[in-house]
């Protein structure tokens, strides 16, 4: 049997005057294949896996923000024989892409990544044959994140993924980011009244809570360096002070070491245990009015 398994087309630029095919069986199925567009005029229709008798599932097709497609493109997960499953487990990915095509068919999951320069009320993939809309759509799972940058989007605006669908009905709350600061929460719905477009509409936004392991990270390395730093400020000062001079000479030595543990609360917390080291020479000379200490040290600090 001639599966067509695992192949995989990428094009970063040119002109393709015909078909894409992720992966093209005759006799057998056609699964885990996948099209990569990152550039390029494709002016005919795109399919991630084609089988004329048996199941196409489980394909990707992933366009990028370079992408060009003619007026008869149509994007496809799979298509399977005349009994074949071409719906299950096809995935597109559309990446920072903004445009038109001629139709959207037969995908399982759609992973929507929003350009900065998508506008209120704008329409990320605008679909131009209503005989092609985006099919099976309340079967389908919708992600959707945005682009880092630019500016912040403001409760009640809206914007239109697919812009024509035979979704029904409301698809429920759908948690977006942008970038990785910035936690969205998008409503999305079937616009009845407009090709049953498939909108989000923005509800809520808030600081994603996963930003504290940027401080988490920074504040161990920062612990130690402040347990070390107490070390030379107190201690080590206090034993190069009261040093006695070494046999035969005015010069004093020293050395003195501290560990600990430490728990630091930063929404969840971090513990931080570690021991430091400090050891040096020290010159009192006599002075009419007091004495004065000084010399070189070395510090060092292990921690986990």
Known sequence: LAYAVHHRVLINGGTVAGLVYGGYSVSSDASHNSVVINGGTVAGSVCGGFSNSGDAIRNTVSVFRGAVFGERTELWGGLGGFEGDGFTGNTLNVLGYSGTVRGVQNFQFYNFVL????????????????????????????????????????????????????????????????????????????????????????????ANPQTKAVAESLI????????????????????????DPLPGGRVSAYMVAS??????????????????????????????????????????????
């Open 115 to 206: 350009p900065n320069t998508l506008g209120n009320g704008e329409t990320l993939l605008s679909i131009t044959d209503g005989a092609f809309a985006a099919n099976r759509m309340n079967e389908a799972t919708i992600a959707v994140a945005m682009h880092g940058g630019g500016r912040v989007r403001q409760p009640g605006e809206s914007f239109i993924l697919l812009s024509k669908t035979d979704g029904s009905g409301v698809d429920g709350v759908i948690t977006g980011s942008k970038g990785f600061s910035l936690r969205y929460d998008l409503e999305g719905f079937y616009d009845s009244a407009n090709n049953n477009a498939l909108t989000l509409r923005v509800v809520g936004a808030s």
């Open 259 to 304: 560990g600990g543990w430490s728990r630091y609360n930063s929404g969840s917390h971090v513990e931080v245990s570690g021991a430091s080291i400090i050891a040096g020479l020290a010159w009192k000379p006599a002075l009419p009015y007091g004495r004065i200490t000084f010399g070189p040290f070395f510090a060092a600090g292990r921690g986990r």
């Open 220 to 243: 161990a390395p920062l612990a130690l360096v402040n347990q070390g730093g107490d070390l030379v400020a107190g201690e080590g000062m206090r034993a190069a002070m009261n040093s």
